[in-house]
């Protein structure tokens, strides 16, 4: 395979005092999904968040499109191609639908068109005028998804989408992962929901006491299964 | 002669007048605090000294350039915002990270030194700012006479009040500025430079304290202590209108200028305490005050 479009190495990071993450290292290659699995507080959020840059205290390299993200500020990192939806979802309340879809800046050609984002969320066009957080809890996951979608980042990092959401969302929220990955959007999946994982990642990594224990691919699944019911109590 | 509950018309009408203007510049810089206050979540205790700044420039201008009023309506705001900008940059974007208690005694010790300095040069006297000769003179209404420069205050700043509210609540840097309140984080996440909006936000505020400032220097003194005069009664309006409510801040200021006016024709003694007992009841009814949201 050729040069993976993410690339992090020896990643360590800390909230306070905290020692989070102990030398992560994974890969994500273009146009792949990858998702990470783990108990409650392994590090799957903090990884997500220390690629960005949400997490200050941080050391080890990031490395997408070739070039080391960790010394760039905050608001430089999206304009590399990185795009980024928070577990919280992160609606703004003060916006309506309209403003929370267009919030995040154009960064690179080939995003969405809002015309494109309606037809793909017919919900979030008929209440385009309401304050984004009056929406439900699916909708303001797709709003959180449709939002950087309209922006051309070449990579989603995903935090918990399915969480506290019906199965009927859960499912639509599935096929809009596929839909994305056709497009050939590069996906890094937090997820709890094995099934919900194990329909739409292509590799796996797994993570304990803030490192990636493994990385296989889903073919190895079954493979791996007395593994993750001894790691993740599944 | 006409009278209302006793009193002739033409004074409630006059007290109401100066309770407008009064209320009109409690709008301008309140606005420009709840603004600092919404982004920055800093207390600003400078802004009474940017708007004596605002004065004093425009005063200093007319003095010893020769350069009027007109001009004065542009140079001020801009000076006083890019003073505003330029302490951001140096001083107060290094206090984010720490307690808020660190940016109010930050902003307060300001205050305190550009009093300081214009105390040291020019005394507390007040130094008189001629009325530009466009807006002197006065209409008679009929029912009363209206000096012209006091009406231009009113209009102007309603027109500064709207103008500033429709900037935050309806184009794309208003939008940011909204999102950047709720989390900064997420919003400079997306690719925001939100440090920069955090200094063009306490720019804005500057200004308009600024122009709030050469808008009063022919209504009241030109005096190094017109701001912290004033800026008691701005905070109150503040704390009633809600904390880092833009809306609340703009119709709080108008409102409490009008109660000051009318209380000065009922009951004189209490003018000056109105607005504080107005605050205490709000305090006690509606904590987050009467725009804000509860937090």
């Known amino acids: ?234 | 002669m006409t009278m209302i509950f006793g009193i002739p018309i033409q004074a409630l009408l006059g007290q109401l007048l100066v309770g407008l203007i009064n209320g009109s510049f409690y709008a301008m810089l309140s606005l420009g605090l709840a603004v600092i206050f919404g982004l920055l979540r800093i207390i600003n205790f400078a802004h009474g000294a940017l708007y004596m700044l605002g004065a004093f420039i425009g005063y200093l201008l007319l003095v010893h350039l020769g350069i009027g009023y007109l001009p004065a309506l542009i140079l001020v705001p801009l000076a006083v915002g890019v003073f505003g900008m330029a302490v951001e940059r140096a001083a107060l974007s290094r206090l984010y990270r720490l307690d808020p208690l660190y940016g109010l005694l930050f902003t307060f010790g300001m205050a305190l030194v550009i009093e300081g300095v214009f105390r040291f040069y020019y005394g507390v006297s007040g130094n008189p700012y001629a009325v530009p000769s466009l807006l002197a003179g006065g209409t008679n209404l009929g029912f009363m006479f209206l000096p012209n420069y006091r009406g231009w205050v009113v209009v102007a700043s309603l027109v500064v009040c709207i103008g500033t509210w429709l900037l935050i609540e309806k184009t794309r840097l208003g939008s940011y500025l909204r999102a950047a309140t709720e989390n900064p984080e997420l919003v400079q996440a997306f690719g925001v430079n939100v440090p920069l909006l955090l200094t063009l936000t306490y720019g804005l505020g500057a200004a308009l304290a600024g122009l709030a400032g050469i808008l009063a220097a022919p209504v009241y003194q030109v005096s190094p202590l017109m701001g912290s005069d004033l800026i008691i009664v701005v905070f109150a309006v503040v704390v009633i209108g809600g904390m880092g409510s833009i809306l609340g801040a703009i119709v709080t200021g108008y409102m409490l200028g009008l109660a000051e006016g009318l209380t000065k024709v009922f009951y004189p003694e209490a003018s000056n305490l109105v607005v504080f007992v107005i605050m205490a009841i709000v305090l006690l009814l509606r904590p987050a005050g009467l725009f804000g949201r509860d937090a």
């Open chain 1, 1 to 234: 395979m050729s040069e993976p479009l993410l690339a992090v190495r020896d990643l360590h990071a800390w909230y306070g005092e905290g020692h989070a993450l102990h030398g992560v290292n994974l890969d994500v290659y273009r146009g792949e999904t990858v998702t990470l699995l783990g108990r409650n507080g392994v590090g799957k959020t903090t990884t997500l968040r220390a690629i960005m840059g949400l997490v200050r205290k941080r050391e080890g390299s990031v490395f997408f499109n070739g070039s080391d993200l960790i010394g760039l500020p905050l608001h430089r990192v999206a304009h590399q191609g990185l795009g980024f939806v928070p577990e919280e979802r992160g609606i703004f309340a003060t916006l309506s639908v309209d403003e929370n879809l267009v919030l995040p800046p154009v960064v690179a050609e080939g995003g969405m068109s809002v015309e494109e984002i309606f037809d793909l969320f017919p919900n979030l066009k008929e209440r385009r005028n309401s304050p984004g957080t009056r929406l439900s809890g699916g909708e303001q996951q797709m709003l959180a998804i449709a939002r950087i979608l309209r922006t051309g980042v070449q990579m989603l990092l995903l935090d918990e989408p399915t969480e506290g959401l019906a199965p009927v969302i859960v499912q639509r929220i599935g096929e809009l992962l596929a839909t994305l990955k056709k497009r050939g959007m590069t996906i890094l999946l937090v997820e709890q929901n094995f099934r919900f994982a194990a329909r739409i990642a292509d590799r796996f990594y797994l993570m304990e006491h803030g490192k990636v224990l493994e990385g296989f691919p889903v073919a190895e699944l079954a493979a791996h299964t007395e593994t993750l019911h001894e790691v993740l109590g599944v």
